[in-house]
């Protein structure tokens, strides 16, 4: 165990208590600043020429004109951005997929940019830029892409993880396999086998603050960046390397970021605006168009899958196998590799093998979306699940409790758990309420199960205690979803003060040592332990001052309630001092009082949600209509319950939009034929109902106060939920994500025929 | 820059700006006036983050040209709460922790405002769709929907106290 | 000790799921892996988790591991 950890029965007086956010009123008032509302002196307009072809060479750009256009400060293509990667070809398609190199991969693929002295001028300059493209055969489907005859996006990819090692090219990127036990065996002894394939289409994580960032580069190589991100940390070192940029050099701070779920990961037009302003010598302003959104940045794989699982008539399975296709748009990902690592990790399975292909396609780079592609291999997996306890007569909920891992199984991906709460979510989805609700006609109710890893990660936290006793704490993870508050809570917990006595702050990266992406439902988790032992540690330096102030050994007093105390009979006639006296007098006791940690916040619990929904399909028409759900899903400890359901709803609000509506459509011509919100619909709000929530508390064992993730899991169950409700209600099972009302029909008349 | 000039009330407040004639009431409140408050989300009136109050109507501030604001009254977020007192809206939306990311709140908080305007007392349904063209992809809606509907009753309470 | 291999790790001990390896700590345990297959050395800059007695870790290279730990190791996860 990484920590001595005794969160049984441990009594907390703030965290779990649901206080309100302390940005609440910058952010109802309109005052927080997120990405575009950042401006400089001086400032350009910074705009980014796109590629109308899903693949093309292309052999010439002439950007003559547009540089001589008055009011132009900078122009840069690819040419501008040199090769500083070293050889490391992460880092290359990072920099390739920021501003095309020889080469249109995409529809939406940068291939220029210009730095202008207002809109208008930069986009009468993008007019001018004459780009001569020789268009190249292109493929954007995940089973097109893999077949012999498709097009080959990437001459050196060799397919990793195959042995030997192949010496032809391939869009398969890589093939990734997990398992173990003999699944031949197990099938040989199955009373009931299922086999089935299934579909999903390209969903973005549908931020609705698009890409934003103010970038200041000098010729000296110091600069500075605001920026809308999940990493400002990360940011700051991918920047600092493909600029050949000294990383202390470039100070870069996270606004206030208007929604992420994994899609401000990665950099996309940031080095660009540097690399602007550095041309022009003047800060730069580079916010994305939601077409741009859309098109070039962050969605998720597109599937296909194949699953087979065999029973016994008992209902303990026996073997379970998949095969996963991702596409990872035009550079390679790891997309499938997860899929095949969460396909089957809520399952106690003797015998189990999932094999992942990552494929490349012409659409834009893959990017993390929250639970990055649990959500299909779920899909796939519950859906045979609930087919086979059909198949066998048996309920679907007793079926997974039947199977579900617990505490010792041997994951499908490889460890063995510790306390986990896949058993708990489905003991209280079986006793919800919702589960007896009566249907009607056209109803349908599905469950499902999901499972995401959780991580923590590199972490860097400042306490630092003012002298009226007040406490600014400076986290280096963003703000996501209400984490301020969260941390606040912790902080007030440990020294025993009102929360409202700390401010939380967002440091720079000048400010605190590197802290990891805000990813991985790790930003309650990772700061929240850095928190508490900052917090320790400044607890640490109050009880020397009150021993110091007292004039008695240090190891006789201790920190209960806010206040050092005297412990023994001598010291009967020392009055506790408060956490703010020791504060007011710390100018003359040897300075300010801070605590600082740093950690790699290892032992994230794994996570697990069971969801319930109950739909209605009008047979007419094939709209599905969401009548009631319910997330449960296991916290390990809840700091804040408000923002806790929040993650719940909002990842299952999700789901409901990836079951049901949302997808990525590609003409025959590669391009995307709907970006934006009014053709990509996001659910709205007469779309929902209120979304039901319980939160399980399963302690995790690695995290003083037993806190687990929370923000990724709710996503993972929702598509697989909703096609057991909607196959329930119209009785033929449902393979393509979205379910949009004409593959609903179609799914109805196939079944009639 | 051929330029128009206009005068208008912003939040109760006279000002005048001179700005292109294609250009956007939204790119003018931000990038003029400074009220940068009123988001843009998707510029094409499908998000609502830049909802804002034309003569008291609900629009896209992206969907109306900074020429066309000429003496009218445009309301936006910057100007819901009176004093130091915060709107019932900007309260509730704070204590049911309907915000997230908090980037679309300030478009709902104006869509609400408007609604409970003219509906004091909406039912669940007539909340969720008022607030229909205001898109959020943190909440799932529900803590929104809640806000509202506490808003809404303090707000009735109020006026009834008031009589 | 008896290391386990997942995915795309066991193409660099040439197809192998498990291999023997020594080590006190996680950091012995990567080095001796390096030793023995220097193809591995390219995941591990890439970034590689260690799973010892099912507990997860990323980087933290001082980790003891104890006699007969169930080791694991595995490709590093990105999050949303």
């Known amino acids: 165990m990484p920590y001595e950890t005794d969160y049984t029965n441990q009594g907390f007086t703030k965290v779990g208590t649901r206080v309100n956010r302390p940005d609440g009123v910058d952010k109802v008032t309109g ?162 086998i299922i086999e089935k394939s299934f579909k999903t289409e390209q969903t973005h994580q549908g931020y609705i603050e698009p890409h934003a960032c103010l970038a200041t580069l000098g010729p000296d190589g110091s600069g500075e960046l605001w920026v809308t991100t999940q990493g400002h940390f990360t940011f700051r070192n991918v920047c600092a390397s493909l600029l050949g940029l000294e990383v202390a050099k470039l100070k870069v701070t996270s606004s206030e970021i208007g929604g992420g779920f994994g899609g401000k990961t990665h950099v996309w037009t940031e080095p660009v605006a540097l690399q602007l302003s550095r041309k022009a010598n003047r800060p730069v302003k580079l916010v994305m168009s939601r077409d741009e959104v859309f098109r070039a940045t962050g969605p998720t794989s597109s599937t296909s899958v194949d699953v087979k699982i065999g029973a016994k008539r008992n209902g303990k399975i026996t073997a379970a196998t998949a095969e996963l296709r991702y596409q990872s748009g035009a550079f390679p990902g790891m997309w499938a590799m997860f899929g095949a690592m969460t396909s089957f990790a809520c399952y106690d399975l003797k015998n189990v093998k999932s094999v992942g292909f990552d494929v490349l396609v012409n659409r834009p780079k893959v990017a993390a979306y929250r639970a990055p592609s649990a959500p299909m291999a779920a899909f796939a997996v519950e ?66 199960c999901g499972f995401w890893f959780n991580f923590g990660g590199q972490t860097c936290t400042d306490l630092n205690i003012g002298v009226d006793g007040s406490v600014n704490l400076t986290v280096g993870t963003v703000d996501v979803g209400g984490s301020r508050a969260s941390l606040a809570l912790i902080a007030a917990e440990e020294l025993g003060i009102d929360y409202e006595q700390v401010r939380v702050t967002i440091g720079d990266t000048n400010s605190l040592g590197h802290n990891d992406t805000t990813e991985g439902s790790r930003g309650t988790f990772s700061s929240g332990m850095a928190t508490i032992f900052a917090a320790r540690n400044a607890v640490e330096v109050l009880k020397q001052r009150a021993a110091a102030t007292w004039d008695i050994p240090v190891e006789q007093v201790v920190w209960e309630a806010g206040e050092a105390r005297a412990k023994g009979k001598q010291n009967n006639n020392l009055p506790p001092l408060s956490l703010k006296e020791i504060a007011a007098k710390s100018p003359r006791t040897g300075g300010p009082i801070a605590g600082h940690n740093e950690v790699v916040a290892d032992g994230a619990g794994v996570s697990f949600a069971s969801h319930m929904c109950d739909v209605e399909v009008d047979p007419e028409t094939g709209a599905t209509k969401i009548l009631r759900y319910t997330v449960v899903q296991d916290a390990g400890k809840a700091i ?31 391009r995307l034929q709907n970006a934006g919100f009014l053709d990509y619909r996001i659910p709205v709000c007469s779309d929902l109902p209120f979304i039901d929530t319980q939160i399980l508390e399963i302690p995790n064992p690695n995290h003083p106060y037993g806190v687990r993730g929370v923000g990724e899991t709710s996503i993972v169950p929702p598509l697989a939920a909703i096609g057991n409700a909607v196959s329930n209600a119209v009785g033929v099972r449902m393979t393509h994500v979205p379910m949009s009302p004409p593959r609903i029909l179609k799914a109805i008349e196939d079944g009639q025929a | 820059m051929n330029g128009v000039t206009v005068s208008a009330k912003v939040n109760g407040d006279a000002v005048q700006y001179v700005c292109p004639a294609d250009e956007s009431l939204l790119d003018v409140l931000r990038n003029r006036l400074n009220l940068t408050g009123v988001k843009e989300g998707c510029g094409t009136g499908d998000c609502g983050a830049c909802s804002i109050t034309l003569d008291g109507r609900l629009v ?17 977020v910057e100007g819901l709460s009176e004093g130091g007192k915060l709107h019932p809206l900007q309260e509730e939306f704070i204590e049911k922790a309907a915000l997230q ?33 205001n898109l959020c992809r943190c909440t799932g809606y529900d803590k929104i929907v809640r806000a509202v509907q506490s808003a809404a009753k303090i707000m009735r309470r109020g006026k009834k106290a008031a009589r | 000790m008896e290391v386990q291999l997942s995915g795309i790790l066991s193409q660099a001990a040439g197809g192998a799921r498990c291999v023997a390896c020594t080590g006190a700590t996680i950091g012995e345990l990567l080095q001796s892996l390096v030793l023995q297959y220097p193809e591995m050395q390219m995941h591990l800059d890439d970034g590689i988790a260690v799973a010892v007695n099912g507990e997860i870790y990323r980087d933290r290279r001082d980790q003891p591991i104890p006699s007969n730990a169930d080791v694991f190791l595995l490709p590093r996860i990105q999050g949303g």
């Open chain 2, 60 to 76: 896209c501030a992206c969907l109306v040209l900074g020429a066309e604001a000429e003496g009218r009254e445009i309301g936006t």
């Open chain 1, 383 to 448: 859906s045979v699940v609930d087919m086979l306890a059909a198949e066998i007569g048996m309920d679907a909920v007793d079926f997974r409790i039947k199977n579900a891992a617990k505490k010792g199984t041997k994951a499908s991906y490889g460890p063995v758990y510790g306390p986990i709460g896949i058993g708990p979510t489905l003991d209280a989805v079986k006793n919800h309420p919702h589960m007896k609700r009566k249907l009607g006609k056209n109803q349908g109710r599905g469950v499902a």
């Open chain 1, 640 to 670: 804040h319950p408000d923002y806790v359901e929040g993650q719940f709803q909002g990842g299952a609000a999700q789901g409901i939009g990836w079951a049901l509506n949302e997808e990525y459509i590609y003409g025959d011509d590669g």
């Open chain 2, 101 to 133: 990311c908090g980037i679309c709140t300030p478009g709902f908080l104006v869509a609400a405002k408007s609604l409970l305007e003219r509906n004091p007392n909406p039912t669940e349904e007539e909340i969720r769709y008022a607030l229909a063209g």
């Open chain 1, 31 to 192: 005052r927080a600043k997120y990405g575009a509302d950042a401006n400089a002196a001086g400032q350009l307009v910074g705009r980014v020429l796109r590629s109308p072809h899903a693949h093309a060479l292309i052999t010439k750009i002439d950007t003559s004109k547009a540089e001589k256009l008055p009011g132009v400060k900078a122009v840069l293509t690819g040419k501008d951005f040199p090769d500083l990667t070293g050889g490391n070809r992460g880092l290359m398609d990072i920099l390739e997929n920021c501003m095309a190199r020889g080469r249109a991969l995409y529809d939406g693929h940068a291939v220029a940019a210009v730095a202008a002295i207002d809109a208008d001028t930069a986009n009468k300059a993008l007019k001018l830029i004459k780009v001569t493209y020789k268009q190249l055969p292109h493929v954007t489907d995940v089973d097109e892409a893999i077949k012999p005859s498709a097009p080959i996006i990437h001459d050196w990819v060799r397919t990793a993880g195959v042995t030997p090692a192949p010496t032809t090219a391939s869009n398969v990127a890589q093939r990734s396999e997990f398992g173990h036990g003999d699944v031949d065996a197990g099938f040989a002894q199955a009373d009931v």
